[in-house]
């Protein structure tokens, strides 16, 4: 977006403008990893539970207070049911 928001303070056509803008959008969010609707429903599922406190580590009972923690248990747990989620990065 920082890219975007300098370009448009140039003075330019707004053709020229949505041109660009559009190449730019398209360089940012082409190398972005991909996820299904479901996997970001379980993140979303897992956060919340790691906000109540009910989130826990594995078969301990040892609470989550990461984030990034909540957000890896989220995407496990979406692999195992199936969800488009891209491979570890081991």
Known sequence: ???INLYLSFKLKP???AIVITVLLT???TNMAKYSEKAG?????TMHEMKEGKLKSGNSDKKVT?????????????R??????????S
């Open 41 to 45: 429903e379980k993140v979303e599922k």
């Open 66 to 78: 990461s984030r990034k923690q909540a957000i890896a248990i989220g995407l496990s747990e979406a």
């Open 27 to 29: 360089i940012n969010y």
């Open 15 to 17: 053709i020229t403008h």
């Open 80 to 89: 195992k049911e199936g969800a488009k989620v891209p491979k570890k990065k």
């Open 1 to 3: 977006m920082f890219l």
